[in-house]
C-alpha cells in the first residue's frame, strides 16, 4: 500500500510541477498578480510530495518490503541500516528519484531566499525550474519507476546491494555531485529567464552568482569525493581513470568554473554578458549530457548502470529539446544584449577572458575524448578507446598557460593595467617559486624530471603570487596585519581557491611523477623493500563480516628499522551476490601514502599483492576541499547577504 | 589597406593560425592514443566492418570470454596467460604480468588492452573484467552473443 503512496505523490509532484511551468508564465501573460505569486507556492508544493514520496521509499528500504522490484534487486536484510538507506540511490530509478528531489530543493529554495527579486522574475525562473522537473517526474514514472511491485512472487530476500557501493564513499558522493549538476539548473533557469525577458544587466549576474557558486562547490567536492572513493575502493590506487562517466560530471565542472569566473566580469564590469549566458546554458546542458551518457548505457564505463534504449532515447530526446530550446532563445535574445563597459588589451577583463579561453579548450579535449568512440561506433568505424596518455598530454600542455596566467591575473587591474607596474611583482615571486621548487624537489623527490619541475613549479607560482597579491592588497592602506583582516570575504576566497587549485596541481605532479607501484608475488614471512619502506607480510587471518566472509593480511611497516604501523588489507567476499571485493589497507600521510591491496591467493598459497607509494596523493583532494570552502566564503560575502532589513519588509 | 584594416588582419589570420595550430595538435595526440577494439576473430580474420587486421606491435583492445581450463599461472612470478574466445570461434592467447581484477574467472566476458605480438597473442599491459553481475561492457556481450555462458560460480 505504502508503495502505492509513494508513486501517487510522484504523480500528483508531476502534475504540480506541470501547474508551476504553465499558471505563473499565464500569469504573466495575462498580467494576473494571483497567478504569478502562486509560483513560489506550487514549487513548495511540488517539493513537499517529491519528498513524501522518497520518504516513503527510503522507509521500504529501511523495512526491507523485497515486494518492491527495486528495493528486492538492490538491497538485502542482512545490510546495515545506513546502507540500506544509501542503497535508495544506488542504483538507477531511485538515483533519479533522487535527481527530482533535489532539483525540487533547489527550486524551493529559490522561492524562499530570494525575497529582493522582482516577484516576475522569480516566476519565470520557477517557471522553467518547473519544466525541467517536469522533464524528470515523466522519465521517472514513464521508464524507471521505483516502486514498481514484484507481487505476487516476490523473494524472501533480496539480491543485495552492489559491494562496491557498500561504503561511506558512496553514502556521500552521489548527493553531492547531483546537487552540483542538478544546481547548476539554477543558473540555466536565471539564464533563461533573463533571456525571455530580454533584460540581461549586473543584477542578474548578481543574483545568479551566489546560486552558481553553490552549485560548484557541491559538484567539486562531489567529484574530489569521488576520486577519493575510487582511491581507496576499487583497490587499483587511481585517482582518476577518465572514465566517460567521470568525464560526464568533469565537463560541467569545468564549464561551471569558467561560468563563475565570467560571471564575476559580469557582475562588476557589465561586460561578457550574453558569454555569461551561453556558459550558463552549456553548464546544465553538459550536467544533462553527462545524465544521457550515465543512464543511456550507450558507454563503455565502469560506472553504466543497466541498460535500457527506451530510457535512452527519452534523454535525448529530452536533451534535444531543453539544448535545442534554449540555444534558439540565446540566438535569437542574445544580440539585443549590448556591453557597456570598455578595457584595454591588458587588463583583468581579458585575463578572465584568456582563463575561458583556456577552460574552454580544455572542455573541449574532454568531450572530444568522451564522445569521439560514440561516433566512431555509431558510424560504422567500429568501437575505439581513447587512451589516459591522450587526456594526460592535452591536460599537462593546457595546465601551464593557464596556471601561469591565473598567477598574474588577480595582480592585474580592471580597466586597464600599466604593464611596467607589474614586473617587480612578478620578478619577485617568479625568484621565490623557483627557489621553493627546487628545495621541494630537492626534499621529496628521488629523482629529476623535467614534468615534476614544471608541474610543481606552477603550483608554487600560483601560491606565491597569491599571497603576494594579498600583502599588496592588505599592505595599500593599512599595515599588513590590520590590512588583512579587512579584506572581504569574497577576496579571501578567490585566493584560497586559486591556492586551492596550486595546492592540487603540486598534489597530482608528484603522485604522476613520483608514485612507486610493485604487484609482487608475497608468501607469508616474506617481505619487500623500497623507498626506505619494509613491507613485512606476518599473516593471513580468516575474516568474518555481517554479509560477507574473507581473508584479511597482516603487514608490518618499517621505515629505516623504525616502526610505522601495522596494516591490514582485506579480501572480501560478500555472500549474497558471490562477488569478491578488494578492501586496501592504506596508511595516509602529508607527504605520502602507503596502499596495500590483496590481489588473489595464487595456487601455491602465496598472494598476489600490490603494494603503493604515492607522494603528496592527499593533496590531490585537499586542494579540492580549500575550493569548495572558497566558494562558501564568497557566498558569505556582504554583497550576498539578505539584509535584515529586507527580512523584515518581507 | 588601412591600419585598423591591415590590424584586423593580422589579428584574424594570428588567430587561425593559433587554432589550427591547436586542432593539429589535438587530432595528432588523439591518432597516437586511438585503440580499436578486436575480437579474437577479429585479430585472426580482420574487422568485421573494415576487415582490416591488425598489424603486429599495434596497440588495441581485445574483449572475449576466458576459455575454462585456459589459465596458466608461472610459479615464480605474477605472469599468466589466457585464451580469450568469441562467438566466431577464434581464439587468442593474453599474456600478462600483474594483478588481475577480482571478477576474472574462466568462463568471463573481459577486456584487455594491449599490443599485438604476433598474429595470435596479445601482450596486456591492462586487463578489465566486469564491474558486477549485471553488466557487461557492450562490446563483450555482442561479441559473446549466442555463447553459452559456464556460469560455474553462480548459485
Partial sequence: MLAEIGQFALVIACMLSLLQTVYPLYGIYARQQNAIESAKILTILQFFFVAVSFAILSYLFLVNDFTVTYIATNSNSALPWYYRLSAVWGAHEGSLLLWVLLLSLWSTAVAVMSKRLPIESIARVLAVLGLLSLGFYLFVLLTSNPFLRTLPYFPVDGRDLNPLLQDIGLILHPPMLYMGYVGFSVAFAFAIAALMEGRLDSAWAKWSRPWTMAAWVFLTVGIALGSWWAYYELGWGGWWFWDPVENASFMPWIAGTALIHSLAVSEKRGVFKSWTVLLAISAFSLSLLGTFLVRSGILVSVHAFASDPARGLFILAFLILIIGGSLLLYAVQAPKVKSRGRYRLFSRETMLLTNNILLIAALIVVLLGTLLPLVHKEIGLGSISIGEPFFNSMFSILVVPFALFLGVAPLVRWKRQNIKELFKPLLHSLFISTAITLIFLYSFASHFTWLALMGVFLGFWVLSTTCYELCLRATHRFSLFTGLTKLGYSHWAMSIGHAGFAVMIIGITMTQNYSIERDVKLAVGDHIAFEHYDFHFDAVNDLQGKNYTGSVGVFTIKKDDQYVATMKPEKRIYTVQRMPMTEAAINAGVTRDLYIAMGEMLPDGAWAVRIYYKPFIRWIWFGPLMMGFAGILMMLDRRYRVKKSDEEEA | ?155
Fill in chain 2, 1 to 155: 589597406m588601412n591600419p585598423r584594416r591591415k590590424k584586423r588582419l593580422l589579428i584574424t589570420s594570428a588567430l587561425v593560425v593559433g587554432l589550427s595550430l591547436a586542432v593539429g595538435l589535438v587530432l595528432f595526440a588523439l591518432q597516437q592514443n586511438i585503440d580499436l577494439f578486436y575480437t579474437p576473430t577479429e585479430i585472426i580474420e580482420g574487422k568485421k566492418e573494415t576487415g582490416i587486421k591488425p598489424e603486429v606491435g599495434q596497440r588495441l583492445r581485445i574483449g572475449g570470454m576466458v576459455l575454462n581450463g585456459s589459465v596458466k599461472r608461472d610459479p615464480e612470478s605474477l605472469k599468466v596467460s589466457f585464451d580469450l574466445i568469441d562467438n566466431g570461434g577464434g581464439i587468442v592467447t593474453v599474456f600478462f604480468t600483474g594483478i588481475l581484477p577480482d571478477l576474472f574467472r574462466e568462463g568471463q566476458g573481459i577486456v584487455a588492452q594491449g599490443e599485438l605480438l604476433n598474429a595470435t597473442q596479445v601482450n596486456a599491459f591492462e586487463v578489465l573484467a566486469k564491474h558486477d553481475e549485471e553488466y557487461m561492457p557492450p562490446e563483450v556481450a555482442e561479441a559473446l552473443e549466442g555463447m553459452d555462458h559456464l556460469k560455474t560460480d553462480k548459485k
